[in-house]
């Protein structure tokens, strides 16, 4: 124990009173400091089970030494001397476990006292201990039971994102198909009209009145027109004929390089940026570069009256799916973006937003392109910016 008290002669009197007797088992060691000071380092050291302070000492008060070794975070007991009984709640206040009054007690109460303060102090701590223990079991059980739930979370998104990925691929290929089958009618009613056509034409003879050959011209031009969106429906139902060979996508784009400029006009800035050293992909190179047109085309209008209109071509090392090698072609432009409904249906054939309108077999060609090179097509709203296209090809030995 560690007595703070500047009397010698109650240090003494103390010690004489726990000193050890015939037949006592217990044996007490106190130590002794005389001012506040010295008393609050030797509480810091934490070698006493108890201390026993008197209210007021030369040096200070008793009271200011409890207040500021609990706020040091001392827990150790503090027995109290003092003259009064009067003290007994204020003493509690500031941190005491009990009170003693000078010349009040004997030899029983002050062992009594001193055995209680420590017993008392011990399940205190047992208790904050146990509690420090549920806290921490709380805690970390909450933790669990949030990254359990962040999981959760996870994956109910991913699996909503894969079933609508699934739901639009289907749609998409329901489209194809039906898509596909009307192109084959339509091609079989343009070859009719072509033929009629040409009859018609041999038929009137080299010598046509002007009258008559105008219509007929026109009649073959819409014809020609008919032939085009044929072949982008094709296209998109992946059943065109293509001729895939292996090829640089990079190379593709920066031989398009020129045609892709005048395509966007002078105002539209062009950066493009590929990867040195890429593998090639098997593909159709007629399919790849009307791909690039129909992009760029795409990205003109959309940044039509934009400031600053800018697409970026990259050609990328990717992965697919199931982690073999790919290649990127990245598509992005800077105009005003699709809103999440216009994304949905946005390679859906014959589906526009352009003011005016538009065949809306643009976006259907590239992904008709994407799937027919056994690769895919993603486009996505990029914040702030506009529009990214994605397309990924699988990259061949």
Known sequence: MLMVDDSPESFMTLRAMLAPRRGNVR???????????????AMREDAHDCYIVDYQLRSGSGLDLVRDAR??????????????DMVDQEAAEAGATDFLI??????ATLERTIRYA????????RVADVNARLEFLVEERTRQYVEANARLLDQIAAREEAERA???????????????SVAHDFNNVLTALFGSLELLRRRLGPALDPRVEAPLNNAMEAGRVGERIVESLLSFARSRPVAPSLLS????????????RLTLGADVALAIVAEPGLPPVTADRQGLERTLLNLAANARDAMRGQPDPRLEIAVLSARTAANTPAIELRVEDNGPGMLPEVLEHAFEPFFSTKEGGGTGLGLAQVYGFAKQSGGTAVIERVPTRGVRIRLLLPASE
């Open 249 to 260: 996508v990079a190379d593709v784009v920066e031989q398009s390089e020129t045609l892709l």
């Open 27 to 41: 044996f007490y060691r106190i130590d002794h400091v005389s001012d506040v000071g010295a008393g609050l380092a």
């Open 118 to 125: 420590i017993g008392n102090a011990e399940s205190v701590r």
């Open 102 to 107: 000078k010349g009040a007690f004997d030899r």
């Open 71 to 84: 706020a040091a975070g001392i827990t150790r007991p503090i027995v109290m001397l003092t003259g009064s």
């Open 166 to 180: 699934l739901v639009q691929a289907e749609r998409l290929q329901a489209i194809g198909r039906m898509t596909g």
